[in-house]
C-alpha cells in the first residue's frame, strides 16, 4: 500500500469513527434538550389550565367560554389537546396541517429522541350542566423539528470541517511525496554511483537533513571510492614493481653466481687447479645465494608464520630490522596467546608490523619504536590490538598515503578498527583493533 492510499484508508476510518461517536452524542443531548423543553411547555401549559379554570367551582362556563379558554392555552408550544364529545370519542383540536412535508424530521431520528411525555385529563362543567372531558398531551415534534435543523447544520459544518482538513493534509502530503520521490531518486543515483550529483536543499527541515545526510555518504563513497581506485593502481605498482625487484634479483644474483658455480666446476677439471679453494668459493657462493632466497621468500610470504607461529615469525622481523638498521631501537611486547590465532588474521597482524617498520625507517626520522601486540577481552569480544609507536617528527604524513589506506583496508575487512594519528615533534600511534578469529582444524 502507498503511503498516500495508507494516510486516507487511515483519515477515513477516524471520520467514521468520529461520525458515529458524534451522531450518539448529538442524538443523546437531543433527546435531553427535547425532554427538557417539553417538560417544561406541558408544565407551563398545565399551570394556565388550572389558572384559567380554578373559578369554574363558582362560575361555571358557556360552551363558547371555555373553548375560548381551550384555543388560549391551545396556543402554547409543544402542546397537544383533544376534546372527549358527548358520544365519548376522543377528537382532535386544533390539527396543525400547515406543516411542510420537508419539515418533518425522517421517523428514525424522531424515534431516537422520543421518550414517554406526560398527559393529563381535565373534567370542565359547563353552565347547562354538562361535563366536558379535556386530554393535554405534550406534543414535542416541534422540538424534535428543531433539533433535526440544528443538528443537520451541525452536521454539515463538520463534514465542510472534516473536508477542508482532508484537502489541506493531501496538499501537505503531495508536497511531502514530491520530496520524498527526489530523495528516491537521489538514493538511486547515489547506487548506480553517480556521486557527484547532489540533492537540493527543502524547506521542510527533517526532509532537508536527510537530504544533507545523503549529500554527505555520496561524498564519502566518492571519496572511498577514488581510495580505493587509487589504493587498486597502486597495488599493481607494487606488484609489477616487485616483479621488476625478483627479476632483476634473479637476474644479477642468481644467474652470475650459478654462471660463477658453472665455471668453477668446469676449472675444478683442469690439472693442476686447487680444488679446495674453489670449493670454498663454491660454498661461499651457495651460501650467499640461500641468503638471497631467503629475503626473497620473507617478501614474497613468511613461510615461518605457519611453522614457527606469528610471535616467532614478528621476532625473526624485528631482528632483520635490527640488522639492517642498528642505530634504531626496536621494542616488542608480545602476547604469546595469538599464537592461537587464524592464518588468515596473523598475516595481517604481520603485514601492518610490517608496514608500519617500513614507514619508520623511511619517513620517521625515529630513533626508537615500540610495537605492542596483545589480546584483550578474555570473556567477551576477545580482540587483537596493536599499538604502535614511534620517537620521530611526525606531522608529515596525514593518513591518506598508500601504505596507510592499506592497512586500514586491512582491519575494516576483518572487522576492526584502524587509527592514525600524526603530530608534528610527537610522532607517529597506530591504533588497531581487530576481533580475533581462532585457528581451524586444518590450519
Not at 420 to 436: C, Y
Request: charged share 25%; hydrophobic share 40%; net charge negative.
Amino acid at each position: 500500500m502507498s503511503l498516500r492510499a495508507l494516510i486516507n484508508s487511515r483519515i477515513l476510518v477516524s471520520v467514521i469513527v468520529i461520525m458515529c461517536v458524534g451522531v450518539m452524542l448529538t442524538i443523546w443531548q437531543a433527546k435531553q434538550a427535547v425532554e427538557k423543553e417539553v417538560s417544561s411547555s406541558f408544565n407551563l401549559a398545565l399551570q394556565m389550565i388550572d389558572l384559567g379554570f380554578s373559578h369554574l367551582s363558582r362560575t361555571p362556563l358557556t360552551e363558547f367560554e371555555w373553548l375560548r379558554q381551550i384555543s388560549a392555552i391551545q396556543k402554547t408550544r409543544h402542546l397537544h389537546i383533544s376534546i372527549v364529545n358527548d358520544e365519548g370519542t376522543e377528537v382532535e383540536w386544533f390539527v396543525n396541517e400547515d406543516r411542510p412535508k420537508e419539515d418533518i424530521p425522517p421517523q428514525w431520528f424522531v424515534k431516537a429522541v422520543e421518550t414517554t411525555y406526560p398527559e393529563a385529563n381535565y373534567d370542565i362543567r359547563l353552565a347547562d350542566g354538562r361535563t366536558k372531558q379535556i386530554i393535554v398531551r405534550a406534543d414535542p415534534i416541534d422540538e424534535i423539528s428543531e433539533v433535526w435543523e440544528d443538528s443537520l447544520a451541525y452536521f454539515w459544518s463538520v463534514i465542510t470541517l472534516i473536508g477542508v482538513i482532508f484537502l489541506a493534509i493531501n496538499m501537505v502530503f503531495n508536497s511531502m511525496l514530491r520530496t520524498v520521490r527526489s530523495i528516491v531518486v537521489g538514493l538511486r543515483r547515489v547506487e548506480s554511483g553517480q556521486y557527484g550529483r547532489k540533492l537540493p536543499p527543502f524547506d521542510i527541515r527533517e526532509f532537508d537533513a536527510i537530504a544533507t545526510e545523503i549529500n554527505h555518504l555520496s561524498d564519502a563513497l566518492k571519496v572511498a571510492k577514488e581510495n580505493n581506485q587509487a589504493l587498486a593502481r597502486h597495488t599493481m605498482q607494487i606488484q609489477e614493481s616487485e616483479r621488476r625487484n625478483l627479476s632483476r634479483e634473479l637476474h644479477d644474483e642468481m644467474g652470475q653466481s650459478l654462471t660463477a658455480i658453472k665455471a668453477m666446476s668446469t676449472a675444478i677439471r683442469q690439472p693442476g687447479t686447487d680444488v679446495a679453494k674453489i670449493s670454498d668459493s663454491i660454498a661461499e657462493i651457495c651460501n650467499h645465494l640461500a641468503g638471497v632466497v631467503r629475503s626473497m621468500m620473507r617478501t614474497l610470504h613468511p613461510l615461518s608464520l605457519a611453522d614457527l607461529g606469528l610471535g616467532a615469525t614478528l621476532a625473526d622481523l624485528v631482528n632483520e630490522w635490527r640488522r639492517r638498521h642498528p642505530d634504531l631501537v626496536i621494542k616488542l611486547d608480545y602476547d604469546d596467546r595469538l599464537d592461537d590465532i587464524s592464518h588468515e588474521l596473523a598475516i595481517h597482524v604481520y603485514r601492518i608490523a610490517q608496514e608500519c617498520l617500513t614507514n619508520v625507517v623511511r619517513h620517521a626520522n625515529a630513533t626508537e619504536v615500540t610495537l605492542l601486540i596483545r589480546q584483550e577481552g578474555e570473556h567477551t569480544s576477545p580482540r587483537v590490538v596493536m599499538r604502535i609507536r614511534d620517537n620521530g617528527q611526525g606531522g608529515e604524513s596525514s593518513g591518506h598515503g598508500f601504505g596507510v589506506l592499506a592497512m586500514r583496508e586491512r582491519v575494516e575487512n576483518m572487522g576492526g578498527r584502524f587509527r592514525f594519528e600524526s603530530e608534528a615533534g610527537k610522532g607517529v600511534n597506530v591504533s588497531v583493533w581487530m576481533p580475533i578469529i581462532e585457528k581451524t582444524e586444518n590450519e
